[in-house]
């Protein structure tokens, strides 16, 4: 009897001994997770706080606050001009650096343009999806297959008032504050180096040819699959640099590396596949390789006869070049349903005259001719654009 008391009172232990070690290990794990879970949530939503503009359109004194429940939580703010890196590329002011509470509002003060080139006053704010803000921060989004998290929220000023805020690269809201008054007569920039206001040539000239619309930054304008070739009728220059300027003033700059080696003349026709991103996309997008369409170039390439011949010159797309670029045609050689998807630069004889195509499988289409500018090489800074296409033609 007594043996089979031990025997079942040794059962007994180890029943209780395998249950606390199982229990243990469930608080453990319990544990762990609910320490991990508010660890990375803590993580995931701390930001830091960024401003824009866009590219040749002014804007100056920003004050940007970001609120919860009615109290400032974190503020950026600066008065000169922030640069002129272009619309979604996150320039800094002064900020209160980051904090890991979400806002509920934005509000804002600054000096930006209106539709008759004025600098006015627009003050003014709006409230933010604030469960978007938290889904965004704590799921964060895949970037070449890897996941990223969201780090800045940015607030980008526009001519008219039009504001647009995005969490990273991702569009979350847009809005209209209001004109309070109009305090100079033409947009102007204000230098860094001397501190004073001057009237800016370059601003002025660009707006001449892309005229403040506020339409333009009411909603985000279209994507599409697009590369980018440079070539040259007898191979007697090369890619220098290129810069593009969308309609909403989103800039980038494209280097020779990422352009195809085209033929002149040949359609290049293969697919999209530079893995290069611009821009921003819409909430519950994929991160991809789209653009948005430019409307503005500074193309730059050397001649390889001439060590001192750098050409560096503005052209200014036609107004219809999108509609052009997204009609879709037949394929000559498959007869089947085909859209352009790249433009091409091809440099001709004379190193000087640069015919612009769209370009897409099996068909290259004419779209700009014009005679390009010799750039003013400055020490130490690069190349200064020689001004506007001269000769221009518009097929």
């Not at 109290?71 to 980051?98: C, D, E, H, M, V």
């Not at 190193?351 to 003013?376: M, S, T, Y």
Request: glycine share 6%; with cysteine.
């Amino acid at each position: 009897m007594v043996r089979k008391e031990v025997v079942m009172l040794r059962k007994l232990f180890i029943m209780i001994r395998t249950m606390i070690v199982i229990n243990v290990k469930f608080i453990f794990i319990l544990s762990s997770l609910l320490l991990l879970f508010s660890c990375k949530k803590e993580e995931n939503q701390e930001w830091s706080i960024a401003i824009t503009q866009p590219k040749n359109y002014v804007a100056e004194g920003q004050h940007v606050f970001y609120l919860k429940e009615g109290k400032i939580i974190s503020s950026s703010a600066t008065l000169s001009n922030i640069g002129n890196a272009g619309w979604t590329f996150p320039q800094y002011g002064r900020t209160t650096g980051t904090t890991d509470i979400l806002p509920d509002s934005v509000v804002v003060d600054y000096g930006g343009l209106n539709d008759k080139n004025e600098m006015c006053t627009y003050r003014g704010g709006m409230s933010l999806p604030t469960k978007l803000f938290d889904s965004l921060f704590n799921v964060g989004y895949i970037k070449n297959g890897k996941k990223e998290k969201f780090k800045k929220i940015i607030t980008g000023l526009a001519p008219g008032g039009r504001i647009c805020v995005w969490i990273d690269h991702v569009e979350v809201k847009r809005g209209i504050v209001e004109e309070e008054n109009n305090y100079r007569k033409f947009p102007s920039i204000i230098t860094s180096k001397k501190n004073y206001i001057r009237d800016s040539v370059e601003i002025n000239t660009y707006l001449k040819f892309h005229p403040i619309d506020y339409k333009i930054w009411e909603k985000s304008d279209s994507r599409y699959e697009l590369d980018f070739g440079f070539c040259s009728e007898e191979d007697n220059v090369e890619l220098h640099h290129s810069f593009f300027i969308t309609k909403e003033g989103i800039s980038y700059a494209i280097y020779k590396r990422y352009f195809e080696r085209t033929t002149f003349g040949v359609p290049f026709g293969e697919p999209s596949s530079d893995d290069l991103f611009f821009g921003y996309i819409q909430v519950n997008e994929v991160y991809n390789h789209k653009f948005q369409l430019p409307v503005h170039s500074k193309i730059e390439w050397k001649s390889k006869t001439d060590k001192d011949a750098y050409y560096s010159t503005d052209v200014v797309f036609p107004k219809d070049f999108e509609k052009r670029f997204k009609t879709a045609y037949i394929d000559p050689i498959t007869n089947k349903k085909a859209n352009y998807n790249r433009i091409v630069f091809g440099v001709e004889k004379d190193q000087k005259h640069c015919i612009v195509w769209i370009d897409g499988p099996n068909k290259q289409e004419k779209v700009i001719r014009f005679k390009a500018n010799l750039g003013n090489m400055v020490e130490e800074e690069g190349l200064y654009s020689g001004g506007y296409a001269k000769e221009v033609v518009y097929y």
